[in-house]
């Protein structure tokens, strides 16, 4: 039997990837004195990706976290989630161009936002249409929440018990902000935005039910207008929203131009990104409605009023421009508890107008302040602490996106950054070294191919999903090709 065998086997060099494999098989057979099998020493081979690459993945070292990531392109139908060779696990596609945010959910679905543009309500962002897509790409519910007196906008939050957060723009005219003790003086456009946050049950497969919202116009303040309810000291009343504060957005409706709302279910509370105040601000979600618009009910006793507010004190005129840490910032969200720096708050910082000595965008660590019973705490004449970031990624001269973007901490330590104005997406270790690269080969152009350009490929936001993730159970999960034309993968796998 062996004669025969070896009269039909033609002899070829073994690979290094065998003997290695050999080699990891001897020792692992070998025990010391304790009987504890030794753990061999075998280094790992490096990922070699062509240096020419311009799209897709351009670079790959040891150590990426194992993942799929998810993103759509800003003015693409299509949703994409890819391996870390940047070939495609999956694809779902709508009628709908990105309405911003897109959510892997356990079940495999995707809840994606679309674009309705909107002639009456003039905000960067704009949605309007929600729906929900299985791993198939079948459309199992979809809604469209858009008139000429409201709008969806950038975000979509799913929430574990199936109802879905959204962040909503509401008109308010002219004399509605008047009365709120706006300065007429200051508006340009003659009316405001309301920003709203709303939690529905999707009903049926194209129904809503509103079971909770919260609305900053129940939440204001000014010093405008001594004859109405709302008149106060701004500084002394940090936990409300000064409606005369004049930001980068002047005169406009979409004076607050919020970007994003993120959810913790453990504390039962929302973190709302305000880009026009560069300022993030936490409120809580255990209040009623009614409760929602006073300042007071809930688990904190405070309502809808604003618990916590960072990144740029001069809105509520405890701090000046150089007290400002915040620059038109995205997706502010609590890191999960059992993750490095579990529980505090990871914003991608944009730098929009600021200048040090050139704009610069940076990815900041920040761990609000609290007393012994949890509260958020706040001393009297002072601005929420902390005065700076604890850690920061930056690299002033080579890392820039003004708008959208976003970044994520991942189980292992790492960090998954979005430089969404690029469309470029890279992973950095705990030493801050970029780990893995990737630009989003779809332009509103069509497909790019090797030796493009990545222009007009932007990305809102970039999330990447463990392979222990549950909506991969039972799922086909076989790599298909890279989104780019003409690829070039090297060695990677």
Known sequence: MAALFLQNYSYKPMKPFFITL???????????????????????????????????????????FDGYTLFTSSKSTDTYLINNCGQVINKWTSKYKSGKSVYLLENGSILRAGEILNENIAI????GAIEIKDWNDNLIWSYEYSSDQFSHHHDAIPLKNGNIL????????????IDAGRDPETLTDSELYNEQIIEIEPIGNNAINIVWEWNIWDHLVQDFDSTKANFGTISENPQLMDI????????????????????????????????????????????TSLEAASSSGGKKGKGGDILYRWGNPAVYQLGTENDRTLYGQHYPHWIPNNYSDGGKIL???????????????????????????????????????????EWQYKNIGSFLSEIISSAQRL????????????????????????????????????????????????????????????AFKNKTLTPGSPIELDPNLGNCM
């Open 347 to 389: 914003v991608f910082n944009n730098g929009l107008d600021r200048e040090s000595p050139v704009a610069y965008s940076s990815v900041d660590l920040i761990s609000p302040t609290k007393d012994n019973n949890g509260n958020y705490s706040f001393t009297d004449g002072l601005p929420f602490a902390p005065k700076q970031p």
């Open 124 to 127: 960067g962002g704009i949605g």
């Open 22 to 64: 050999l080699l990891y098989l001897f020792l692992c057979s070998c025990s010391n004195d304790n009987n504890v099998p030794i753990e061999p020493n075998i280094p790992e081979e490096e990922i070699d990706i062509p240096s020419t690459n311009t799209v897709g993945v351009t670079q790959k070292k040891l150590k990426v």
């Open 244 to 287: 005369n504060y004049i930001g980068r957005y002047n005169g406009k409706a979409d004076w607050l131009h919020a970007n994003s709302i993120q959810y913790n279910e453990d504390l039962d509370e929302i973190i709302i990104s305000f880009q026009g105040t560069s300022e993030f601000m936490i409120i809580d979600h255990s209040t």
């Open 166 to 177: 959204l962040l909503i723009a509401t008109r308010k005219n002219l004399q509605e902000c």
């Open 411 to 470: 189980p292992n330590g790492n960090t998954l950054i979005c430089e969404g104005q690029r469309g470029h997406f890279f992973e950095i270790n705990t030493n801050d070294e970029i780990i893995w690269e990737y630009v989003n080969p779809e332009s509103g152009s069509g497909i790019l191919k090797q030796g493009d350009e990545g222009v007009d490929n932007a990305v809102f936001r970039a999330f990447k999903y463990s392979t222990n993730y549950p």
